[in-house]
């Protein structure tokens, strides 16, 4: 019988049938952070239990940290102190390893666990935050939960799940120029909408997704939790296992090479039958940037703001509400709005390969007076080898804040936030609204548009900036 690759990690990992649609699966790895972490494991505790595997589970401090230089357990957010301390206590008392505030390792759930080898091709991974399936970039069935599921994972190494259906999106072609994954990932989300995946795992496939590195296919997995999908997964190949060798966490030695036969089995049936199938054309996707409130409010970054359409994907309230919170009226193009705030981070586009491309579109250059600016790399190990290579100094040369790790603004718990009705261009994933700061307006794309219109002041095309 053919079988797609998630059926095949969902069979190797089956405990038993619950009935036809819901299974008991085995959890190979539990993830936990300050904000929802510690809760469900002083639960766990609390309730006179122990964490079954406790080397298998892992804990960060990374949702509500301050990420400005210098920090140290206080945060903006008035109880954002106890939530870590809680954290720590009940790491230490359960025997999980933690990675704390200073820890070398430190970082994004969803950015230090790949780059650590936590997450590895076949396993499943889950953790208490709905972008837990970027981890699927790495061939692994990864999902977000919820803290009383992590309490029983946690407890029992289990899960109750029922069996979502299997949504395959082929994307063949060549993305042009200037045109990242996080442009792609908008333009899934402008023509399916986002509720195209619900109640699917969705396995990314074609040339396209083959001829990307692991970190564009971390970028691409992760907002599809904005599709609504249970998770994503991409099959593991060479790119893959030449960005595992090595890892901390990662086999080694004659393991390693075992590892890599049973790693390389882990690919969907040529005939293998899909729930849904998908195809896009990369030639088809451009440079893109939301006008709304939801990620599927959006257009090419040299488009306008639409009428709404019979039709289309919202319904008149709904695009009537945005265009009111977002100040925007249709025709008006996107391509020359003026900006306030800047953001690079996040666990969309924080990784080395994103300040990079970011760097160069800023160095030497100057962001507009008036707009803040603000980098937060998605890890220490990150910040380091950004550092190392000097984009540190071109992101504060041209005037850009420089931070420690951890998830800052791109969400408002922190207790940071840009300023009220404030226009802020984000590479972050969620745009609705008091996403980044009580009223606060925000339009998502890739971290070189950020940095276009950081230098522009307003939104501009990165393609143009030299």
């Keep these: 019988m053919s079988r797609t690759l998630f059926d095949k990690i969902w069979d190797r990992h089956l405990v038993s049938d619950i ?21 469900a494991l002083k639960s766990v505790l609390s309730a006179g239990r122990t964490v079954f595997a406790p080397k298998q589970a892992f804990a960060v401090m990374d949702h509500i940290v301050d990420t400005r230089p210098g920090r140290t357990d206080q945060t903006l957010m008035p109880t954002g102190a106890d939530f870590i301390r809680t954290t720590r206590q009940a790491a230490a008392e359960a025997g999980i390893r933690l990675f704390d505030l200073g820890d070398p390792n430190q970082g994004i759930v969803h950015v230090m666990s790949p780059e650590l080898g936590i997450v590895l091709p076949g396993l499943t991974l889950v953790c208490p935050d709905s972008h837990t399936c970027s981890q699927g970039a790495l061939g692994a069935l990864a999902w977000g939960i919820g803290s009383t599921q992590a309490e029983h994972a946690l407890a029992t190494s289990t899960l109750r799940v029922e069996k979502p259906r299997a949504m395959r999106i082929t994307i063949d072609g060549r993305l042009s120029p200037g ?36 970190e564009a296919r971390l970028t691409l997995c992760n907002m599809a939790t904005e599709f609504a999908a249970f998770s994503a997964i991409i099959a593991p190949d060479q790119t893959t296992f030449d960005y595992l060798a090595g890892r901390p966490f990662a086999p080694t030695g004659e393991t390693w090479d075992q590892a890599v036969a049973q790693w390389s089995e882990l690919a969907s049936d040529p005939d293998a039958v899909f729930d849904v199938e998908l195809s896009v054309n990369a030639a088809d996707v451009a440079p893109m ?46 391509e020359g709005l003026p ?20 760097a160069a579109v800023l160095k030497g250059r100057k962001i507009a007076p008036g707009v803040r600016a603000i980098c937060v790399p998605g890890s220490s190990r990150v910040r380091r080898e950004a550092e190392a290579e000097g984009l540190d100094q071109v992101f504060l040369d041209a005037g850009f804040e420089w931070r420690e790790s951890g998830c800052s603004m791109c969400f408002y718990a922190g207790g940071e936030s840009f300023g009220p009705r404030e226009r802020v261009i984000s590479s972050t994933n969620r745009n609705f609204e008091s996403r980044q700061g009580p009223e606060t307006r925000t339009h998502l794309a890739s971290p070189e548009t950020v940095a276009a219109s950081a230098l522009a002041g307003a939104i501009a095309d990165p393609r143009k900036a030299f």
């Design 19 to 39: 009935d036809a649609r819901t299974g008991l699966l085995l959890v190979d790895r539990v993830l936990l952070h300050e904000r929802t972490g510690g809760v």
């Design 179 to 214: 045109v990242t994954a996080k442009d792609l990932a908008l333009h899934l989300l402008g023509r399916f909408g986002v509720g195209g995946g619900k109640g699917h795992v969705v396995e990314y496939a074609g040339e396209v997704v083959r001829a990307m590195d692991v």
């Design 339 to 358: 900006v306030t705030g800047a953001f690079i981070g996040s666990c969309t586009n924080s990784r080395l390969s994103d300040l990079r491309r970011a």
């Design 289 to 334: 940037v939301t006008w709304g409130v939801s990620p599927q409010q959006v257009v090419p970054l040299d488009g306008a703001v639409p009428a709404f359409e019979d039709g289309g994907l919202d319904t008149p309230e709904a695009h009537a509400r945005a265009l009111t919170y977002m100040d925007l009226t249709p025709g008006r193009p996107l």
